[in-house]
């Protein structure tokens, strides 16, 4: 059985513990408020993560790729919505999945991309069944709730022999926020304006039995949920130090880091040099951009103790520089000798588990399982 001590760095952990803790925060909420809870699997894209969330309570999943269906599908997984907007040369792959069994939801949010369902649904016997994704905060992409549009595309689909199951949503700019009462305005912004399309494509005398929106800064701070049928959250399964930023996770429950070795110094310079570079950490720099800034990740003990003040200030393709973030620290040879073994905590959890073909569970024993990750559209 392996350990921290024995692994080869860089490489990706999960803190069982941590995640489990994760999971039952989320699945507790979403269940006080009475809806159903359908994970986005995007962020670790993993098989033993998922079975972890449907073992909680999860009622199917969120995929980002169609390669993440078909992995989710062939682990018994059935029911799974593709939250991306569909283009007709995906129908295909998304015909197979069907015709296999799998209850495959799609979205769309313009005529033309309905139109290209119902006449690939046409020719091939198939009755699609479609989601209309709705803007609710200007961040991305969907049909504002009040745009005639959102009509067009639903009549578009019914009248094509398409089912029309309902409207889906993600307040994307909740990453934004850094307050409970900004958090709790944009979890009711998001709801509200969701259920107000619903009504509208219901008084139009179209079907719309699905409410589903989610992210999960919006999903941990929602306060009452009347009118959705089923949140999607994704990144709250190991969170990260964007999350920590926005306000919904402390740095312990942070459950992915990588694993890293000090292998020399720059003393005058005050930097520790670990075999941890972009390549294991991901060049994304997400907390730049927040009130406070963590380089590309917070320093931890191999223990997961956080190293206060020291942060990965530099990345290369595979060195990674830790810097005291208040000056230069001319000890630092003495706080971190070579051979130190180090955990870093990300900025994105899903950018850094991106970089890693496998994941090293760590149980409450310190003892690493190998789950591996997979990747693909």
Known sequence: MSSI???????????VTRMAGNISRMQ????????????????AKCQEVAQAQIEAGAQGVTVSTLKEAEEFFDSGITDIVYAVGIVA???PQVLALRRRGCDLKIIADSVPAAQAVVAFGQQHGERFEVW??????????????DDDLLIAVGRTLVDGGMQLGGVLAHAGS?????TRAALVAMAEQERSRSVHAAKRLRAAGLPCPVVSIGSTPTALSAEQLEGVTEVRAGVYVFFDLVMHNVGVCTLDEIALSVLTTVIGHQEDKGWAIVDAGWMALSRDRGTQRQ????GYGQVCTADGEVLAGYVVSGANQEHGIIAATAGVDKTIAQRLPIGTRLRI????????????????AIDADGNASAWPRFYGW
């Open 28 to 43: 507790s909420q979403l269940d006080r408020l009475g809806v159903r809870f359908r994970p986005h699997v995007k962020t």
């Open 345 to 360: 905590l990300p900025n994105h959890a899903c950018a850094t588990g991106a970089q890693h073909p496998v994941y090293q």
């Open 89 to 91: 040369t995906k129908l």
């Open 291 to 294: 009130p406070q800034d963590f």
């Open 132 to 145: 209309i994704e709705v803007d609710v905060d200007d961040h991305r992409s969907g049909i504002k709730p």
């Open 174 to 178: 909740s990453y934004e926020c850094n």
């Open 5 to 15: 001590s024995t692994l080869d760095t860089p490489c990706a952990l999960i803190d």
